[in-house]
């Protein structure tokens, strides 16, 4: 099976959805971040441009989760990256 990181895809950015289409069939968990064409890699969940709609297309195709978050920012605390993500997130998906 494939773990997805959003942050490993930047070159992959221009054929996500064909990606996606393609991996879907081994696709076990996704993990989230910000998303950025120009990058910077990491940033938190809600300050991109991309990620929305990179969710939306995984739920579209069928995408049932797992979804993850890391907490990769560099010195960064590992309790607030996650409540900055888990609120950008909801930013994006309100409940």
């Known amino acids: ?6 942050h490993h895809g930047h070159n992959q950015l221009d054929r996500y959805a ?5 991996i879907m069939p081994y696709l076990w968990s996704v993990n989230l971040n910000g998303m ?6 990491i940033i938190s969940i809600g300050q991109g ?9 995984l739920i579209e195709k069928g995408f ?7 907490g990769h920012v560099k010195g960064g605390d590992a309790k607030l990256i ?3 993500n888990l ?8 409940r």
């Open 87 to 94: 609120e950008g997130l909801h930013t994006l998906f309100p």
């Open 1 to 6: 099976g494939i773990i997805y990181n959003f």
């Open 49 to 57: 441009t991309l990620e929305k709609e990179m969710i939306a297309l």
């Open 36 to 41: 950025k064409k120009e990058g910077p890699k």
């Open 82 to 84: 996650l409540k900055e």
């Open 64 to 70: 049932k989760g797992p979804f993850g978050i890391l």
């Open 18 to 22: 064909e990606m996606i289409e393609n």
